[in-house]
């Protein structure tokens, strides 16, 4: 990860410019017009603000990615939190081609195939991508890499990165903490579905292969916030007839997690093993993973909406 001083507004002008075609854009209100490709380039990353999505349908690829970068007809996007602000030079992995003229962006996405959008500037480095195919709109706001706060993201976001490995396995259990039942878990697994989702637990030891873990229990988990603190979090495993396992979660790094048990005082680290990249690349024969029920995307959190440009079209 790439810690950056850069706080992110992710705020959306509340009007939405509902003017016809023409084939230049504004990027700022004093300079000159450019083309669509032109505005594109002008950012390193574009963020998709899921929150801001309009209508009820998806599109599959801005539903997974955290950023696109447009490059000279090539597409880049960062799929994964596991080597966020790495990956890639930052950029993450490159999914597919573009074309853009007039106000019209054309997809080829190497799994996916071709979507064709209607793009508006709605400010200087917002733009909606609107699929007239699915009648839904997302949302990207333009950064520059050196100004991208990746760390913020990360941490915004961190349930999508435990959901980025097979299993996690404990790999060290400090000895001044009071015995637990939480002691004899060896193996977690967080499976997709948002923010708060399914989680399994196993007391197997030392297993070699993380598809021959015995899960002893599934249950509902919940990451929540720490007040002055974003890169502190809290994890919530629910354990239905016991109380409920709560701690503070620190990510150590990319691969490793340490969860401080509250009630007995004890510090667990997890390595994650199985690494699920979503890259979506044609050697993945279209599949994200072997699970096909566990298609990780990200979730929406504001109400789903009608969207706009559906409603004057129609």
């Not at 016809?20 to 083309?35: F, K």
């Not at 009820?56 to 602000?85: D, K, P, S, Y």
């Not at 988990?221 to 502190?232: D, F, K, P």
Request: proline share 1%; charged share 20%; aromatic share 18%.
């Amino acid at each position: 990860m790439k810690t950056l001083k850069l706080v992110l507004v992710f705020a959306l002008s509340a009007t939405l410019f509902t003017s016809c075609y023409t084939e230049e854009l504004n990027i700022n209100d004093n300079g000159p017009a450019v083309s669509l490709d032109q505005l594109l380039n002008s950012y390193d990353l574009w963020y998709v603000d899921i929150n801001a999505t309009q209508g009820f349908n998806e599109t599959q690829f801005l539903q997974i990615a955290f950023t696109l970068t447009f490059n000279n007809g090539r597409l880049f996007a960062n799929n994964n939190l596991v080597g966020f602000g790495s990956q890639g030079g930052g950029y993450g992995v490159e999914i597919g081609n573009y074309d853009a003229y007039n106000t019209i962006l054309d997809v080829n996405h190497v799994i996916d195939g071709f979507d064709s959008f209607d793009v508006y500037q709605i400010d200087y480095n917002t733009i909606e991508l609107y699929n007239p195919f699915n009648d839904t709109s997302y949302f990207l706001e333009g950064y520059q890499r050196a100004t991208f706060d990746y760390d913020f993201i990360f941490y915004d976001n961190i349930h999508y990165f435990l959901q980025e490995y097979e299993a996690c396995e404990k790999t060290y259990t400090s000895n001044f903490g009071a015995l637990n039942d939480f002691d004899s878990e060896n193996y977690l697994q967080f499976l997709a579905g948002g923010n708060d989702a399914t989680f399994r637990s196993s007391q197997d030891g030392h297993v070699g292969n993380v598809n021959s873990i015995f899960w002893d229990y599934t249950g509902v988990y919940g990451i929540g916030n720490v007040a002055g603190n974003s890169g502190l979090k809290t994890l919530t495993l629910d354990y239905d007839f016991f109380d409920n396992e709560f701690f503070e979660l620190t990510v150590i790094n990319d691969s490793k997690i340490e969860l401080f048990h509250a009630a007995s005082g004890t510090i667990y680290e997890f390595e994650g093993q199985g690494y699920i990249p979503y890259y979506r690349t044609s050697d993945a024969q279209g599949k994200v993973n072997r699970y096909e029920d566990k298609l990780k995307k990200r979730k929406q959190s504001t109400p789903k909406v009608d969207n706009v440009r559906a409603t004057k079209r129609g």
